[in-house]
Structures are given as C-alpha cells and as structure tokens.
C-alpha cells in the first residue's frame, strides 16, 4: 500500500450479496452446519474425559488446519493490508473462543453451554448495527428473537440442574460476544478472497494463540482412544469444514442472517442426546424447536 493512503479499518464489514429469500444453497448450508456444531458438544464432552481444555482446543484447531490446508484453493495468496484483518479473525473466532469454551465446560453443564452459545446471532446483530450504522430489517429482528427464545424452550429442562459457575459463565460470555464480532468480520475477507483461503490464514493464526496452552496441559492429559478418537470430527468436521461453511454463508447473506445457524445446533444435541445416551425428550423441547424454524424462517426472507 503506498504512503498516504489510506489503511483499512481492523473493525469492518458489509452486507451480504443476497438480501432475497434463502434459497437451497443457503439452506443446505445452514443444515450442514447444524450437524457439524451441534455434535460438537458432545465430542469436547468426550475428550475432556482424558485430555485437558488446551490441549482439545490445539488438537481441534491443527486438525481443522491440515484438513483445509489440503485443498489448494486454500493456499492463494492474501494481500498484505488484509493480514491484520485475517489475523483477528483468527484470534476472535477460534482461538480465543475455543479455548474459553472447553475451559468453562469443566464448571458449566453442556446444556448451558449451549445456550450461551446460542446467543451469538444476538451478538452478532449489535455488532452488525455498531459497524454498518444501521438496524437489521425488520424480519430478521424478530426472527432471531424468536429463534433465541425457542433455544431458550429447548434448553429450559436441562438448566435446572445446572452446576455453573459464575467464572465459567463470564468465559463462555466473553466466548459468544467475540462470535458475533468475527461473523460481521468475514463478510468483507470473504466476499474478497473466498473462504478456504481467509479460513486457512485464520486457523494458522488460531495456532499461535492456543499451542502455547495446549503444549503446557499436554502432561497432564491421559491417553484414551475414545478421546483422541472425538478430536478427529471435532477438528476436521466442526473446525475446518464448518468454518469454511459458515463463513461462505456469511458472505452470502452477511453476518446476522447468517448466523441463524447456531439456533439449529441445540436441536441436533437434543436428537444426539436421545439416541446415543437416553436422554428424556421434554415437551418444551418440541415446542422450541417449532419456534427455532419459525425464527429462522423469519430471519430468512427478503431483508427489508
């Protein structure tokens, strides 16, 4: 970049391409990642049995990164004032939240979890209207209301017994609050230089930040095959592939449209619970999830 010109700002983004209805793309995107992330709980649950937080969240983020490192779209070149940008996105996406949200588990039920988790598209519209200077449309403000309380329907049985603590809640706070910020901040990298390449420099920046954690919570890990085993998905599927999706989802439909696909990932840890560990199916579940769909379908029409 020459002197005198000017630099782009580290906090932006923008708009997504498509401000019309969701259309099979946007959906089939929305439902891979509701797979991927909402069978994420369950394997941080399972490698926490043997393996502490650091080193999930350093065995998470180097699997993401070879798996996306070996598609070579990846590797093309990012430009050099976008560095920073790609560098925060990396710190605020991945290696900041990921190492918070392990780390709370160990006080915090899952159900918890993940309804903090499912806060994010809260986030992620404030931080969209702080940066754009403008509301989202109307639709998608009481779609992701809507949503947010179906999550809260779905996740409502569960929080009775809930052992959480008032530092684990802080952590995954801090940890959904910094989502929201990095899904208004692919939009612009992405619409730029495509997903693989954003997601790959991202992840290698992630690295920096959680190796050091992961290196010194190494000794006090134990070896087990079902541990080590969770991480492969967990890393491979719910961080290298899902972040590639949802970025290019964002991209798409920007920031707070996209982000509705944290509201279907409770559902899938309803339906995982169920069937591979007998979990009780509660009524105010199905009542949430009804409101989840109706929410997203809301936050999925023509912006307005």
């Given at each position: 970049?020459?002197?005198?010109?000017?630099?782009?700002?580290?906090?932006?983004?923008?708009?997504?391409?498509?401000?019309?209805?969701?259309?099979?793309?946007?959906?089939?995107?929305?439902?891979?990642?509701?797979?991927?992330?909402?069978?994420?709980?369950?394997?941080?649950?399972?490698?926490?049995?043997?393996?502490?937080?650091?080193?999930?969240?350093?065995?998470?983020?180097?699997?993401?990164?070879?798996?996306?490192?070996?598609?070579?779209?990846?590797?093309?070149?990012?430009?050099?004032?976008?560095?920073?940008?790609?560098?925060?996105?990396?710190?605020?996406?991945?290696?900041?939240?990921?190492?918070?949200?392990?780390?709370?588990?160990?006080?915090?039920?899952?159900?918890?979890?993940?309804?903090?988790?499912?806060?994010?598209?809260?986030?992620?519209?404030?931080?969209?209207?702080?940066?754009?200077?403008?509301?989202?449309?109307?639709r998608q403000v009481v779609g992701l209301?809507?949503?947010?309380?179906?999550?809260?329907?779905?996740?409502?049985?569960?929080?009775?017994?809930?052992?959480?603590?008032?530092?684990?809640?802080?952590?995954?706070?801090?940890?959904?609050?910094?989502?929201?910020?990095?899904?208004?901040?692919?939009?612009?990298?992405?619409?730029?230089?495509?997903?693989?390449?954003?997601?790959?420099?991202?992840?290698?920046?992630?690295?920096?930040?959680?190796?050091?954690?992961?290196?010194?919570?190494?000794?006090?890990?134990?070896?087990?095959?079902?541990?080590?085993?969770?991480?492969?998905?967990?890393?491979?599927?719910?961080?290298?592939?899902?972040?590639?999706?949802?970025?290019?989802?964002?991209g798409r439909v920007g920031g707070p449209?996209?982000?509705?696909?944290?509201?279907?990932?409770?559902i899938v840890a309803i339906v995982l619970?169920?069937?591979?560990?007998?979990?009780?199916?509660?009524?105010?579940?199905?009542?949430?999830?009804?409101?989840?769909?109706?929410?997203?379908?809301?936050?999925?029409?023509?912006?307005?």
């Amino acid at each position: 970049m020459s002197d005198g010109a000017p630099r782009p700002r580290l906090l932006q983004t923008s708009a997504g391409r498509l401000s019309e209805a969701f259309g099979a793309p946007e959906w089939g995107l929305l439902t891979a990642l509701a797979f991927m992330w909402g069978s994420s709980f369950l394997f941080i649950d399972i490698g926490l049995e043997a393996l502490r937080p650091g080193v999930v969240t350093l065995a998470r983020v180097a699997l993401g990164a070879a798996a996306v490192a070996l598609v070579s779209r990846a590797r093309r070149r990012v430009a050099r004032e976008d560095l920073p940008r790609v560098a925060l996105l990396g710190v605020v996406w991945i290696g900041i939240p990921l190492t918070l949200f392990p780390i709370a588990q160990q006080w915090v039920d899952s159900s918890v979890a993940g309804m903090m988790n499912a806060a994010m598209p809260i986030f992620t519209a404030v931080w969209a209207t702080a940066l754009l200077r403008r509301l989202p449309g109307s639709r998608q403000v009481v779609g992701l209301l809507l949503g947010f309380v179906g999550v809260l329907s779905i996740m409502w049985p569960g929080l009775g017994d809930a052992d959480a603590t008032a530092l684990g809640t802080a952590l995954l706070l801090v940890a959904v609050c910094l989502y929201g910020l990095a899904a208004n901040l692919a939009v612009p990298l992405q619409q730029r230089y495509g997903s693989l390449p954003v997601l790959l420099h991202a992840q290698v920046a992630a690295l920096v930040i959680v190796t050091p954690l992961g290196l010194v919570q190494l000794p006090g890990s134990e070896w087990a095959w079902g541990s080590a085993l969770a991480m492969v998905p967990l890393g491979v599927l719910g961080t290298g592939l899902a972040f590639v999706l949802m970025t290019t989802l964002v991209g798409r439909v920007g920031g707070p449209r996209g982000s509705v696909a944290i509201y279907f990932t409770p559902i899938v840890a309803i339906v995982l619970g169920v069937a591979l560990r007998g979990e009780p199916l509660h009524a105010t579940a199905l009542v949430g999830t009804a409101l989840v769909l109706a929410g997203a379908w809301l936050a999925s029409r023509r912006e307005t």
